[in-house]
């Protein structure tokens, strides 16, 4: 890993990816691109910055050579909610970015860095504790998309040799960039709100569990995977990760130790508890750990003192 371009660099993910990056492998070796400017100045303002619809591959591959990249990371896609909208622009998005991210990389030998996600699978998975390898039949536009970008990434290591590399994310929480249209999206709109307003309402039942993960955990899982010696690869691409297992009451009670007044009510939003109630509880991350060493760093107590003293900051809330 020398020469990075990220796709999506203005998402949840990329803003901090970008930042985390640049400060590893140089300003000058990672090539942050969006299809558009971000909120966050600091990504197109402290390195490189350019523009790039990942469904354009001519322009992906031509960045590709102008700065002789080694490492495409994808995080380029839409989420599991506004997917369920808008499907046909989820598939191109989602499926023909990373398409084209795998054929620049067979033309140039890049390596390819895509995540997958919990969406990846089903009703019919097993729920709780859900296995590495297990029934894949997900029911979101957005699980679809990723159990064919999962095989599809196997499918070009098997057979043109690309070193395609990945995870299967949970839910993800983060204070920098907010996440765009996910069923998840609660775990991080509850922190806002508990410090603006001492309450919120949640579009998900009380006891909906789903897996989570703070951020700085799941960006050292990028780094760790694609550095990883690919010789103790088994499974290479989508491992199952996780940091913690939580549904709203737990989330609710672990912000209460911090602010005390916080109250929560409910509004189920049907859509995002049927793609709810359709993931998994809680995940065996064991491959990761013993593939490539994952071993998260925040549990949900740690993230919530943490997320609450950032956005304190970000927010000006005394
Ligand atoms: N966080 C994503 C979503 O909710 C799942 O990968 O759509």
């Not at 504790?129 to 095989?151: C, F, H, N, W």
């Not at 040799?161 to 839910?171: A, E, S, Y």
Request: charged share 25%; net charge negative.
């Amino acid at each position: 890993m020398k020469k990075i371009l990220i796709t999506g660099a203005c998402g949840q993910i990329g803003t901090e990816l970008t930042q985390t990056l640049r400060r590893i492998y140089g300003v000058e070796n990672v090539v942050a691109t969006s299809v558009r400017s971000c909120s966050n100045h600091a990504v197109e303002e402290e390195g490189i910055f350019e523009q790039l619809n990942v469904t354009d591959k001519e322009r992906m591959m031509e960045l590709c050579k102008k700065y002789e990249i080694d490492t495409i990371m994808n995080l380029a896609a839409l989420l599991s909610a506004v997917g369920e909208a808008n499907p046909q622009l989820l598939w191109d998005v989602n499926m023909n970015g990373l398409y084209n991210c795998l054929e620049v990389a067979r033309e140039t030998g890049a390596m390819v860095f895509t995540p997958s996600s919990i969406a990846a699978f089903g009703p019919s998975t097993p729920a709780d504790m859900t296995p590495q390898d297990t029934i894949q039949r997900p029911t979101t536009i957005y699980g679809v998309s990723k159990v064919a970008g999962e095989l599809l990434c196997d499918y070009y290591f098997n057979k043109y040799g690309v070193d395609t590399r990945g995870v299967r994310f949970p839910g993800l929480i983060s204070y920098s960039a907010l996440p765009g249209g996910g069923t998840t999206d609660y775990a991080v709109h509850i922190y806002y709100e508990a410090l603006k307003n001492k309450k919120f309402t949640c579009n998900l039942a009380a006891d909906t569990y789903m897996d989570m993960m703070y951020m700085p955990d799941a960006i050292d899982s990028i780094i760790q995977i694609c550095e990883a010696d690919p010789s103790n690869l088994i499974h290479r691409n989508a491992f199952n990760i996780t940091a913690m297992s939580f549904c709203p009451e737990d989330i609710k009670a672990s912000i209460k130790k911090y602010i005390p007044e916080f109250e929560m009510d409910y509004a189920i939003d049907p859509i995002k508890q049927k793609i709810a109630n359709s993931w998994p509880n809680s995940l065996d991350d064991s491959c990761a750990r013993a593939e490539w060493g994952w071993n998260p760093k925040y549990d949900l107590d740690k993230m919530t003192v943490d997320m609450l003293e950032k956005l304190r900051i970000k927010l000006g809330i005394e």
